[in-house]
């Protein structure tokens, strides 16, 4: 059975991360939630000036977007990387997201890997989901997909759907772990009731391999499910 996982579309968090405390920098996302993001990027660039690690996230995710200045994918990284090299998950994952894609910096999967594990390393799904897809793709890394399975695991496991998606095609087609269609439709099922509408065609595949009491076994597995982790805060 043949399900292709070749989705490569850049994923990345463009949201703008909220505050920790009342001020200048809640007056920011307060303006950029309303669409005003020259006030936004006034009150912004000091504080990514001054070193604080969000607000150089929250610039470089303006650049990211154009929203307040003109997009430019280059001052997206340069600040983004600032934020990372402060240890700012958010900012580890964009900045890999960046590296992989040559979008910005230089293409490369080895930094990429670099910048993924970091922000995996402190709990980031998007960055489990995305160093999982690295290792199933041999980009950065020798392909494994045993330990891609283990990133896009951790990740389905705080919610991330498209690593629920993943996670099915793997036991689907027997990768990383021995080919399990009970699980696999569990997985579907989850990743379609989060809106990954691509879940539904392997669903579907998957199903004409199973006897009925293979899906409700699947069916029950899935109303069970709970998230073993809650996913990092913004």
Request: hydrophobic share 45%; proline share 4%; aromatic share 10%.
């Amino acid at each position: 059975m043949k399900l292709k996982r070749a989705i490569a579309a850049i994923v990345l968090v463009s949201a703008f991360a909220a505050p920790m405390a009342a001020g200048t920098f809640e007056d920011a996302v307060d303006a950029h939630a309303r669409g005003d993001y020259a006030k936004a990027l006034r009150l912004i660039r000091p504080l990514a000036n001054d070193g604080n690690a969000t607000a150089q996230f929250n610039l470089g995710v303006m650049y990211l977007t154009g929203h307040g200045v003109q997009q430019d994918y280059s001052a997206a990284a340069l600040w983004f990387r600032k934020a990372a090299e402060q240890g700012y998950a958010f900012a580890q994952s964009n900045l890999g997201t960046l590296c992989r894609d040559g979008r910005g910096v230089a293409q490369d999967d080895t930094e990429a890997v670099m910048w993924f594990r970091k922000a995996a390393d402190q709990g980031d799904a998007v960055a489990e989901f995305l160093l999982g897809n690295q290792y199933a793709n041999g980009k950065g890394v020798p392909q494994n997909y045993s330990e891609a399975m283990i990133w896009f695991q951790r990740a389905a496991e705080q919610g991330h759907p498209v690593a629920k998606l993943y996670l099915g095609v793997m036991y689907a087609e027997g990768r990383g772990v021995p080919q399990d269609y009970v699980r696999a439709h569990m997985w579907f099922s989850l990743a379609v009731a989060q809106g990954e509408q691509r879940a539904i065609t392997t669903l579907k595949m998957v199903e004409r391999r199973m006897t009925p009491a293979q899906i409700n076994e699947a069916q029950k597995l899935a109303r069970d499910w709970k998230p073993t982790t809650q996913p990092s805060p913004r």
